[in-house]
């Protein structure tokens, strides 16, 4: 037989992997419609379809596919349809329907409609009145969906998500089809470490645990059309050969790890994939979540947690969510993925979502939260998803720099395109050629910002020139600081080197310090200075010179120790002091108190936030303890 017209059911934002699947098969020339993946095979293709497709519900053939508004264009298009080469005339042809937003609303109408006009077609072609259905079942799906009708028959018998080794069912379980998703959705591979702590029945790893093995999800069942007379045996036994033969014998070189709190699912689990030939590539064990501890530092993490739908209640769920994102969110070098229906999972894990995907576990709406982490090597082929199913099935936020409203800087984009196996010479001046300033909008804004700088540089210079000219007044020498200093600028000797024009000009602002903000008894702090730094003072007669008596406090204060800021200045003005033969204070008054309270002081100083030891991650080093 020539080429046929085949179908594959897929859940809603699963099409994306399904077509690829199918392209790994060698159908390539694939549409895509909303849970409906269109293809063309010979009689061989229902046989691989069947035995291979990991993500698909089931695999039809297309019989027709017309224009219907009312059931007398259903009844004659049905009747016109070539029933004799699929149907023997002993055939069971169960009919089923589906009407959705269409004028033929009667499901149970519908099926009497078609199954009359098959009846009439066989009549016509076998010449009999009466039909047994005695013989083989060809199951017969009439589906019209607004004012079009696809007639199928489906060559897949019980749904493709029934592998053949689950037969024990746990509380909220998840469909084996979803599974595979979730796997191929992420970045594992059979070299990688792979983390499932909610794995209840063990679907996922067994499922992950197949993919890395290269086995067949539909090697241990059996398919309504391997009965069909249309379809030859010999066709079936060599599709199944070729499952045996792509088989890979060896375990996986890194074990799957699942663990879950629940003794019995861990049980439940172990006998599963048992049954499916992979526990040696399983690790299963009963722990919590957050007891859960490793030292790997780089590894996929793919989950279902509980979402309040048939497990836990919202409180218990929000509480495991904070839980996982305390432990999950310091794991930078690893990849998570979370499938959840709770819409407020991104806030209570504290992180949003790198990608988010729109999926279905049953009739339980779902997102699937991927924190991508490091993208391995050889994994491009994510990316490639068709069109439609990407822009129906995606919830993916770009980042900023490749809004149409912000474009990346060019700098950017060109250090994207090195490879990550090439070799960049430190020095990028060298490593690619700079664009004029006039050609790069980036170079010539910071051309700009320079010469602005500048410009404000030069301005202040030229502002600050006439302060070198200020001359201090020698007949209001009020303060205790000019008092000190013109004392020790009077016992310098004659041929000492200190003079006028070795203080540095820039000191003349320090001495327009209002009088008011003066503290009194600051003696100490001035004397310990260095004679450069203090400004010169011309010596004054004594009689002309005011001096007001420091106030007497009934009980001295004890002199603070010298600021580690000024140790320098101290010791150098101490040597000048020396030399002179000046007596320094002992003690200052009360005042100076308030003065070193208000300076910031070496004793106490701030906290190094860099120091502070960092807190060993539960994983790396001991198991979580949550109480």
């Known amino acids: 037989m020539a080429e046929i ?14 077509v690829r699947e199918l392209a790994d098969l060698g159908y390539a020339n694939a549409t895509v419609d909303d849970g409906r993946i269109r293809f063309r095979g010979d009689l061989s293709a229902i046989c691989r379809t069947n035995l291979w497709l990991r993500c698909a519900e089931r695999v039809q053939i297309v019989v027709a ?20 080469e699929w149907l023997p005339v002993d055939a069971r042809f169960p009919v089923i329907s589906r009407c959705v937003r269409s004028e033929i609303r009667s499901v149970p109408n519908t099926q009497k409609m078609v199954k009359r006009a098959i009846v009439e ?20 799906e009439a589906a019209i969906l607004g004012d079009r009708a696809l007639i199928t028959i489906d060559t897949s018998g019980d749904g493709l998500h029934k592998r053949g080794y689950r037969n024990l069912v746990g509380q909220a379980p998840l ?7 979730l796997v191929k959705l992420s970045y594992w591979s059979r070299d990688r470490l792979l983390v499932d702590p909610f794995c209840g029945s063990g679907t996922i790893p067994i499922e992950a645990a197949m993919i890395g093995r290269n086995l067949a999800p539909g090697r241990n069942r059996s398919f309504q059309a391997e009965n069909w007379e249309q379809i030859p045996r010999s066709t079936w036994t060599a599709a199944r050969q070729e499952v045996k033969d792509c088989e890979n014998r060896q375990s996986l070189s890194i074990p799957i790890i699942a663990t879950d709190r629940d003794r019995s699912a861990i049980k439940m689990a172990t006998q599963h994939a048992r049954q499916a030939g992979v526990a040696t590539d399983i690790h299963f064990d009963v722990k919590d979540f957050v007891a859960f501890p490793t030292n790997r530092d780089a590894g996929i993490l793919i989950c279902n947690p509980p979402y309040g739908e048939r497990l836990g209640d919202e409180n218990e769920v929000r509480q495991l969510y904070r839980d996982m994102g305390e432990l999950l969110r310091p794991l930078d070098d690893w990849s998570l993925y979370v499938l959840t229906a709770s819409h407020q999972f991104e806030r209570d894990f504290g992180k949003p979502a790198d990608r988010r995907r729109k999926l279905y576990n049953a009739r339980i709406a779902c997102t699937y939260y991927q924190y991508l982490g490091p993208k391995p090597a050889g994994l491009e082929h994510l990316e490639d998803l068709p069109p439609r199913a990407e822009a129906e099935s995606l919830d993916v936020v770009p980042p900023i720099s490749q809004r149409p409203d912000r474009p990346a800087p060019q700098e950017r984009q060109r250090e994207s395109q090195v490879k990550p196996d090439e070799q960049v010479s430190p ?13 790069n909008p980036w170079a010539k804004a910071r051309l700009a910002q ?34 000190t200093a013109a004392a ?15 203080a540095p000009e820039t000191t003349a602002p320090e001495t327009t310090v209002p009088e ?43 002199p603070a120790p010298v600021k580690p800021a000024l140790e320098d200045v101290a010791s150098a003005g101490q040597v000048a002091m020396e030399s002179t033969g000046n007596a320094v204070p002992t003690s200052s008054p009360e005042p100076a108190k308030e003065l070193r309270e208000t300076a910031p002081s070496s004793s106490s100083p701030e906290p190094d936030h860099a120091a502070a030891p960092q807190k060993a991650h539960p994983w790396k080093k001991n198991p979580w303890n949550r109480g």
């Open 450 to 483: 320079q010469q602005s700088q500048r410009h404000r540089e030069q301005t202040d210079n030229r502002s600050r020139e006439p302060e070198k000219d200020v001359h201090i007044p020698k007949q209001k020498p009020e303060s205790p600081w000019t008092t």
């Open 5 to 18: 017209d085949l179908l594959a059911s897929a859940a809603f934002g699963m099409e994306a992997i399904v």
């Open 516 to 558: 008011a903000a003066t503290p009194a008894g600051s003696a100490l702090e001035l004397t310990a200075m260095s004679p450069a730094l203090v400004p010169p003072v011309p010596p004054a007669p004594a009689e002309s010179i005011p001096i007001e008596p420091a106030p007497v406090e009934p009980e001295p204060v004890k």
């Open 427 to 439: 020095d990028l001046s060298s490593a690619r050629p700079q664009r004029p300033a006039s050609e």
């Open 175 to 181: 469909r084996e089809t979803v599974a595979a998703a």
């Open 121 to 140: 077609r066989l009549r016509k072609v076998y010449s009999r009145h009466w039909f047994s259905e005695s013989g083989v079942e060809y199951p017969i």
């Open 488 to 502: 020790a600028a009077d016992s310098l000797p004659a041929d000492s080197d200190v003079s006028e024009t070795t």
């Open 65 to 84: 596919d017309f224009q219907a508004r009312n059931f007398d264009d259903l009844f004659d298009q049905v009747k016109l349809l070539p029933w004799e």
